[in-house]
């Protein structure tokens, strides 16, 4: 099994700053790797496919990048609607995995 | 547009069954391998259950393994997962969703969830 990391577990960042978002992989998952965004009550959002590329409707703000085994999510200029919890997922093999979150709350 | 639907949900006491179902559409469902994801109250992401293409290969986390079977009907575009023997535990909103292949790439996709609660 793939073990994904998050780090940190909690981010406190102000409102119009950048955030940026970490998760390490156990083993290589090239490129596939997702990016979620998720609000109280609501289903995963899925922000980032393929470790880079922005899903449909998804603001310029939300970015990815890297592959192989360590991935960043860089969320720029921040608005209030983006404080909430985000999950790395891998789909590289049959047997995907979730990192834990990353609570993302307001400084 | 791609969509997956789940239904089946409800509150139900431990030991009782509930079969869960997800309707796919806009997408050639006998094509992709399926999967139910579920999520406890206040909890992360867990995935569940895997079905290959033709139904024939399945696999489980240990904690449904024996307990939970999931299936599929490609001539009805339709997932589902058979719950037995409900635990507390397996209380959770439960997803299902599938990895397409765009030509931007290898995308997830997922339904809104159906939440499950297990409950005396």
């Known amino acids: 099994e793939t073990v994904m990391t998050q780090s940190p577990a909690t981010l406190s960042v102000s409102p119009g700053e950048t955030a940026t978002l970490s998760c390490r992989a156990s083993?290589?998952?090239?490129?596939?790797l997702a990016w979620y965004q998720q609000k109280p009550g609501q289903a995963p959002r899925l922000l980032i496919y393929?470790?880079?590329i922005r899903a449909t409707g998804i603001p310029a703000r939300f970015s990815g990048s890297g592959s192989g085994t360590d991935f960043t999510l860089t969320i720029s200029s921040l608005q209030s609607e983006d404080f909430a919890v985000y999950y790395c997922h891998q789909y590289g093999n049959w047997l995907m995995t979730f990192g834990q979150g990353t609570r993302l709350d307001i400084k | 547009q791609v969509h997956l639907v789940e239904s089946g949900g409800g509150v139900v006491q431990p030991g009782r069954s509930l079969r869960l179902s997800c309707a796919a559409s806009?997408?050639?469902?006998?094509?992709?391998?399926m999967y139910w994801v579920r999520q406890s109250p206040g909890k992360g992401l867990e995935w569940v259950s895997f079905i290959s293409t033709d139904g024939t290969n399945k696999y489980y986390t240990d904690s449904v393994e024996g307990r939970f079977t999931a299936s599929r009907d490609n001539s009805r575009n339709t997932l589902y997962l058979h719950m037995d023997n409900l635990r507390p535990e397996d209380t959770a909103t439960y997803y299902c969703?599938?990895?397409?292949?765009?030509?931007?790439?290898?995308?997830?996709?997922w339904g809104l969830g159906t939440l499950v609660t297990v409950s005396s």
């Open positions: 083993q290589s998952v090239g490129n596939n």
């Open positions: 806009q997408f050639t469902f006998s094509d992709y391998i």
């Open positions: 393929g470790a880079s």
């Open positions: 969703m599938t990895v397409l292949s765009l030509d931007s790439g290898n995308s997830p996709i």
